[in-house]
């Protein structure tokens, strides 16, 4: 089967059922997605399919034919950062930082949508993605402060 | 002026002759040093002044062993030597080290021994220096007990200092310039025409030097790091996903392994593969010690087969209920299970004879770690040698450990810490090292990646220990009088230093931790632990014993404070004897506007409760909705002497009180059957982001001594959280975690 992944085509011959999250860590080797919990209770494994946020543990490769997946590697790269990551830098977000390419992912998806988001936007949204250290106030900060910066741009 | 630090030249192991270009240097051991770790991989051209820096003509590399398990730790450890070294980051390098016991932890050991953290006298001073050489002997090379910044904080700059003067002179001798027209900044000694002179080019002239020992550290007025607002190392990493972790490695010919062992801690009866040995890619089912491991070519297609199989378990050691764990340590306010009479002052006996006593029962349950990267570690094991890649948090015991069962001297056992993806006390524990290796043994030569699930995580979780408190007090004249205050939990520290071979000696410091040094005079105040015999085995959990022992302290005490008619704020610091702990107080009570009015569903309530010889006050502010418990606002004032960054401070404080109210409200492990019955997070999940309240941080600095701040923000969150909710409702919890008996929002 054929899917493409932050822009490059992969064919991919696997188990119909082996879920997205690990063909991208195991098969493809991209990293950045984390395996937390397997049962879409974490979103450590928060990726892009066809621009909505999902989690990848979820997804059997097998329902992906054609789909266009972006993870964390294809939002931005320490050379050439997103506004959400900058934000994330700005703002020292990370503690442990396993957490956070599912939290990047699931604020740049909100911020894709809604530009402007209150502070119950981002409950609503974020609530799925936990972080054991707690970094939630820099979260919810980082993206106050990205949604001001792309809506300045 | 700063204060001179002169090491004592016999405190040198001077350069051997044996190591070519290099010289090595350790200034780490009781009378003589270890051996510098650094200096049997030398090169020509390359020095290494002290186990903590390595230069060579290529890069400057700083040594940060303690572990990063998300605290920021290597930042932190890089920065103190950069601060007297005068190198930027991103002219450096860092390195984990190797194992080595020049790298023994003093700090940890200190806290072990039973003396308040803020009792200085004699016998608790003498006490400390015995138990620290104890440490260095052992070579201990930990992380853990919030002990990574009062043990690195002098040692570190002294290295950076040892360095950077050493350079000087060999930049003196090079130019003939005297050392004292020398300057430093940016990596380079600067001469007085404005040359500069690399340190990566001094090297190897470096490298035949003595290192300078008459250093002095630099008055903190002058620091151009240390105190400022940081930008941590491994945040652009953490925020673009190139961060690797353990669980992200590749190592070349590696074998994918997931294990399932017996959630009873019992041996596995047997089992029936269920197809498992033939699914896609499974090239393998071994034994391991109580279960097996499926051996595949991907970390998915070992999982899933895993979980295919069926299993006979032999029944648990411990109660096969939950209730039957409660029973015990019910049971357990006896003589015979008295740890230690902690504190005795005045007559608490006499005092409560025959008086109004208020008593009030306190329960905490099992609370599991679950740091979001689960457990894992990739092995390979040789003939007489095995290499170990895996975030630990003691390398020295990971290596004792994987030796053992390699057959192999554990200096033969290559051991590689990784970047961790949080531990809270899990990566103390050695199951997923051992069983890697243990798989990695059947097929020497070939490394093993292991990698549990989330379920196999949770049920093999050494969680929290379990405790239960008795108070009786007695209030006079609007003030608290006398007060008794039992607590009983299995110790933590027996069964976790069981599994690790080293017995503790003396009483166990953590069941009453947080409690018994509480910082009020109280006429007559009793505190006593009782240790409940091992049940379901435990382990160091954030912040260890003062996260159950200061909810029943702080919980009690506003039950007395309560019954006395006093004002909660206004009675504590009445009671309060240490002029440091009373400024948090007064400082959560600024913070909050404490005795301000609020809203009819409204309440605040305050815990201070010392963790790791930090005093934290906090301060809960909720409110009492139709649907539950809003958790508004949390205030907290934390000493640690010096706070090294005040941004990477404020989020582990954060952090620290998320971690705290997020499993007091909604998380515990409990057993069935013999086997924990949350498998995964839907079942204790802690704090998401839509019940996480404001939380405003003030670091305070009148502590004589420097403290770690990454356990020390836990325990004061539950009782605080619990006594808001008394304030706002009238309604006393007093168990955790607290959804048992009112809901959150």
Excluded at chain 1, 99 to 121: I, K, R
Excluded at chain 2, 28 to 34: D, I, L, Q, S
Excluded at chain 2, 166 to 178: D, R
């Amino acid at each position: 089967m054929q899917l493409t992944i932050n822009g490059t085509s992969h064919e991919i011959d696997i188990e119909p059922d082996t879920p997205l999250l690990w063909v991208l860590r195991d098969e493809i080797g991209l990293t950045g997605t984390k395996y937390g919990c397997g049962v879409a209770q974490c979103g450590a494994c928060t990726v892009h399919v066809d621009g909505e946020a999902q989690r990848s543990c979820q997804l059997q490769i097998g329902d992906l034919e054609g789909a266009e997946v972006t993870t964390i590697e294809g939002v931005g790269t320490p050379e050439k950062l997103s506004v959400v990551q900058q934000a994330w830098i700005d703002h020292q977000v990370a503690q442990c930082g396993y957490c956070q390419s599912g939290q990047v992912m699931q604020a740049t998806a909100l911020l894709n949508e809604n530009d402007s988001p209150t502070d119950d936007d981002i409950d609503e949204v974020m609530s799925g993605n936990l972080c054991r250290c707690g970094t939630y106030p820099r979260i919810r900060a980082a993206i106050h402060d990205a949604a001001a910066k792309i809506k300045g741009a | 002026m700063g204060r001179a630090k002169t090491i004592a030249r016999r405190t040198f192991l001077i350069g051997s002759a044996a190591i070519a270009g290099g010289v090595a240097f350790g200034i780490y051991k009781v009378k003589t040093p270890h051996q510098n770790p650094l200096a049997s991989s030398l090169g020509t051209g390359e020095a290494t002044f002290n186990p903590f820096v390595k230069i060579t003509p290529e890069a400057i590399t700083l040594i940060t062993p303690h572990a990063d398990i998300g605290q920021g730790v290597v930042h932190m450890q890089a920065a103190l030597i950069a601060e007297e070294l005068d190198v930027e980051f991103g002219q450096f390098e860092t390195d984990f080290g190797a194992p080595d016991p020049a790298y023994w932890n003093t700090a940890l050991a200190a806290e072990a021994v039973p003396f308040a953290a803020f009792d200085e006298g004699f016998g608790a001073e003498t006490m400390r220096s015995v138990m620290g050489g104890v440490a260095k002997l052992m070579g201990i090379m930990g992380t853990g007990g919030s002990s990574s910044v009062p043990d690195q904080y002098e040692k570190l700059r002294t290295a950076g200092a040892v360095a950077r003067e050493t350079l000087k002179l060999a930049a003196s001798q090079q130019t003939g310039v005297a050392v004292d027209a020398l300057k430093t900044a940016n990596g380079a000694v600067q001469l007085p025409d404005g040359t500069s002179l690399a340190y990566v080019d001094l090297a190897e002239a470096a490298s035949g030097l003595e290192p300078v020992s008459d250093i002095t550290l630099r008055d903190p007025s002058t620091w151009r790091l240390i105190g400022k607002p940081m930008a941590r190392k491994d945040i652009p990493a953490k925020s673009t996903g190139t961060q690797s972790y353990g669980i992200d490695l590749n190592v070349d010919g590696m074998v994918y392994a997931s294990t399932r062992v017996n959630p009873r801690r019992a041996p596995m009866n047997g089992y029936e593969a269920n197809g498992a040995d033939t699914m896609p890619g499974v090239s393998a089912i071994v034994p391991v010690t109580n279960g097996v491991a499926v051996i595949a070519n991907s970390t998915w297609r070992a999982m899933n087969a895993a979980n295919q199989i069926e299993f006979d378990w032999a029944p648990a050691p411990y109660p096969a209920e939950q209730d039957g764990h409660w029973e015990e340590v019910a049971a357990s306010f006896t003589e015979e299970r008295l740890d230690k009479e902690w504190r005795a002052d005045g007559d608490v006996e006499s005092a409560l004879d025959g008086a109004e006593v208020i008593e009030v029962e306190y329960r905490a349950g099992y609370v599991a770690h679950q740091p979001l990267e689960p457990l894992g570690a990739i092995v390979r094991a040789d003939e007489d040698g095995a290499e170990v890649w895996a975030g630990h948090q003691l390398p020295r015991f990971l290596q004792q450990k994987v030796a053992a069962i390699v057959g192999c001297a554990a200096e033969n056992v290559i051991y590689h810490n990784q970047y961790s993806g949080g531990s809270f006390g899990h990566r103390l524990e050695f199951d997923n090292i051992t069983l890697a290796t243990e798989i990695a043994v059947q097929m020497r030569g070939t490394p093993v990646k292991l990698t549990l699930s989330r379920e196999e995580d949770f049920v093999t979780d050494y969680p929290r220990q379990i405790g239960m408190s008795r108070s009786r007090g007695m209030v006079k004249d609007g003030k608290v009088e006398s007060w008794s205050l039992d607590i009983a939990t299995v110790s933590a520290a027996r069964s976790q230093s069981g599994r690790l071979g080293v017995p503790v000696p003396g009483p166990d410091t953590q069941i009453a931790a947080g409690a018994w040094a509480m910082a009020y005079g109280i006429p007559n105040l009793r505190v006593r632990a009782y240790a409940v015999p091992e049940l379901a085995p435990t382990s160091s959990w954030r912040s260890v014993g003062a996260s159950t022992a200061g909810f029943f302290a702080e919980s009690a005490l506003d039950e007395l404070i309560h019954a006395a008619g006093a004002d909660q704020m206004e009675e504590r610091l009445r009671l309060c004897n240490n002029a440091v702990h009373r400024k948090v107080l007064e400082a959560a009570a600024e913070m909050s506007n404490w005795g301000s009015a609020m809203g009819a569903n409204q309440g605040r309530g305050v815990a201070l409760v010392e963790s790791f010889g930090v005093p934290v006050a906090e301060v809960v502010e909720v409110t009492n909705t139709d649907a539950g418990i809003k958790i508004d606002r949390v205030y907290v004032a934390a000493d640690v002497g010096r706070v090294i960054d005040p941004v990477n401070f404020e989020n582990l404080v954060q952090g620290g009180v998320i971690w705290a109210l997020g499993h007091a409200i909604n998380s515990e492990i409990t057993y069935s059957d013999g086997m924990a019955e949350q498998i995964n997070y839907y079942d204790a999940e802690g704090m998401r982001m839509y019940q996480t309240p404001e939380i405003i941080v003030k670091g305070l600095e009148n502590a004589d001594k420097i403290r770690g701040i990454g356990e020390p923000p836990v325990p004061a969150g539950p009782p605080a959280l619990a006594n808001a909710i008394f304030a706002a409702t009238g309604q006393r919890i007093r168990e955790m975690p607290f959804n048992k008996h009112i809901d959150f929002v």
